[in-house]
């Protein structure tokens, strides 16, 4: 069955410190998301894409954060300067646009 | 703006039990309501969803309801086991090939042998 695969499935990094959490949509989807889990709450939206550009961000998504598409199977979020706060649970998600989203595994960031 | 309202937050039952969750929707232009369970150390994986064309819908011991008048969607596990404990997450969508999900806050389920 295809899946959405993510890597790494945990990075620690120092405060202030940029960081790239990748991702692999399934091969036929032509809509990706990124989702977050802050440790204890509900899974938020963070930002959606189709055709190279961002389709929809919510207000997490702020300057510090990027995505992007680099080689047409890799999808990546990158946050420039992280903070405390960003600790969570990032969800890529990808989907063929009729609703299903297919969800990788995730990944853990924790910033110290 | 657009929420998703789940309950109970936790759900202790018997094995062989049922289990009923509730959520609450606030767009009613919502029209895809997935279900995830989410269990520990994993990422979310859909167990069953429902479309706003369909009022029930079922897949052996899960079962899904949707009141779009009252914007309720419930999901039902019947003969519960123990390897049902996880942390069961309600969205919602609205139509769109961008189909961003709203999720409801979780709730975990235990099912004591």
């Known amino acids: 069955e295809p899946e959405v695969t993510q890597t790494p499935s945990h990075q620690v990094t120092q405060m202030g410190q940029e960081v790239i959490l990748r991702c692999v949509p399934i091969?036929?989807?032509?809509?990706f998301y990124w989702y977050r889990q802050i440790l204890g709450q509900k899974v938020e939206f963070l930002v959606s894409?189709?055709?190279?550009?961002?389709?929809?961000k919510s207000e997490i998504f702020d300057d510090q954060f990027s995505v992007e598409r680099p080689d047409g199977s890799n999808f990546t979020l990158k946050i420039r300067s992280t903070k405390l706060e960003d600790s969570a649970m990032y969800f890529c998600?990808?989907?063929?646009?009729?609703?299903?989203?297919?969800f990788g595994q995730g990944t853990r960031l924790t910033v110290v | 703006g657009e929420n998703v309202e789940q309950h109970p937050s936790t759900l202790s039952v018997q094995e062989g039990d049922s289990a009923v969750i509730k959520c609450t929707y606030s767009?009613?232009?919502?029209?895809?309501f997935p279900w995830y369970k989410q269990e520990l150390g994993k990422g979310s994986q859909l167990i069953i969803d429902?479309?706003?064309?369909?009022g029930e819908k079922k897949d052996q011991r899960i079962a899904v309801t949707l009141n779009k008048t009252a914007k309720h969607f419930s999901l039902h596990i019947t003969e519960t086991q123990p390897e049902d404990s996880a942390v069961y997450f309600c969205?919602?969508?609205?139509?769109?090939?961008?189909?961003?999900?709203?999720f409801g806050a979780g709730t975990r389920l235990a099912v004591h042998p």
């Open positions: 091969s036929n989807h032509l809509y």
């Open positions: 998600a990808s989907s063929d646009g009729k609703g299903e989203a297919f």
């Open positions: 767009d009613s232009a919502s029209n895809y």
């Open positions: 894409f189709y055709n190279n550009e961002i389709s929809e």
């Open positions: 969205a919602a969508s609205k139509p769109g090939g961008y189909n961003k999900l709203i």
């Open positions: 429902i479309r706003s064309n369909v």
